[in-house]
């Protein structure tokens, strides 16, 4: 008996809310990914992409998103900025 040789790891906050609620957008817009406009300003991909508005559960205000399908994916990924990653 006693926890497992894994620990449970939980994450919380408004980042995580954030992206549950993207996640759940890929349905209404059928697109396999919903990503932020900062997410993709952070890439230095956001003029690469079209943004629309968007509301969230939970939020106030619009939140800018691009939905990108497979091939739109496939053609970002190259072009992605890593700065600031680790490795």
Known sequence: MGPPKTPVLSAL??????A???ERATKVMQ?????SGNTLEAAKLSHQVPLRDIYLRGHSKPLAVASLNAQRLRE??????????VS
């Open 20 to 22: 549950a609620r993207l």
């Open 31 to 35: 697109q396999p990914v919903v990503v």
């Open 13 to 18: 906050g408004e980042a995580v809310n954030t």
């Open 76 to 85: 970002l990924l190259p072009r992605l900025s890593l700065v600031g990653t």
